[in-house]
């Protein structure tokens, strides 16, 4: 069965700790993966788009990365307003995305 | 920026009735989504659409529910014989021409089931 899980369920990181979150995917054919931000009763708001084994992207103090079995979200010196949950998302058929649980960020000044 | 507009952001409505949620894609985007997110769990695809016609569903997206593009803007999930299970988010989105083009969501309808 396809299936996206996302580590750690919660990360709690003082102003300017610099972490990374996990996401782990197993999907017969990745078309796209995809992080998004999620703030309390809104939507998820699209941060990246990753396609192929090793491609990087960047915003900010963001920066996502990409591997066969997996992504990683580098968040560098993080402030408070960093604080959201983030969700990763996998593409493998034309339509359908599939969503991780997400990793809730909490950012303390 | 343009973005998805959903409304109502909250919809309260008795067991067993129907409910229409809308959405305005952004305009220049073909294809739309409904998801769904259960309280404390995961954002779930419901279905897609394309041209006029749903393009994929999931096993939730049964007899109960069915979208609809009644004219140029907008979007939207119609639930027939509402259940206690049906409340939860449920957000539209849509995206460009384009295989490697991401979906853009909307900030939701949150519906409650009494």
């Known amino acids: 069965e396809d299936q996206v899980t996302q580590s750690p369920e919660a990360l709690r990181l003082q102003e300017g700790e610099s972490s990374s979150l996990n996401c782990s995917y197993t999907?017969?054919?990745?078309?796209?993966l995809f992080w998004y931000r999620q703030d309390p009763g809104k939507g998820p708001e699209f941060l990246f788009t990753?396609?192929?084994a090793g491609e990087e992207k960047e915003k900010e103090r963001l920066k996502a990365t990409l591997t066969k079995k997996e992504s990683f979200l580098h968040i560098t010196a993080p402030k408070p307003e960093d604080s959201a949950t983030y969700l990763c998302?996998?593409?493998?058929?034309?339509?359908?995305?599939?969503f991780g649980p997400g990793t809730s960020l909490s950012v303390i000044p | 920026e343009p973005e998805v507009t959903q409304t109502p952001s909250h919809q309260v409505t008795q067991m067993g009735q129907e409910v229409i949620l809308r959405c305005v894609p952004i305009?220049?985007?073909?294809?739309f989504y409904w998801y769904r997110q259960i309280l404390g769990q995961k954002v779930e695809f419901l279905v897609s659409?394309?041209?006029?016609?749903?393009?994929?569903k999931s096993e939730i997206f049964d007899d109960q529910f069915s979208v609809e593009r009644p004219d140029g803007s907008n979007f939207t999930l119609k639930i027939r014989s509402t259940k206690l299970e049906d409340s939860a988010m449920y957000f539209c989105?849509?995206?460009?021409?384009?295989?490697?083009?991401?979906?853009?969501f909307g900030d939701g309808t949150r519906l409650s089931i009494l």
């Open positions: 989105a849509s995206k460009r021409e384009g295989a490697r083009q991401p979906q853009h």
């Open positions: 999907v017969s054919g990745l078309r796209g």
């Open positions: 990753l396609y192929s």
């Open positions: 998302a996998v593409q493998e058929q034309a339509d359908k995305v599939i």
């Open positions: 305009s220049n985007h073909l294809y």
């Open positions: 659409f394309y041209n006029n016609e749903i393009s994929e």
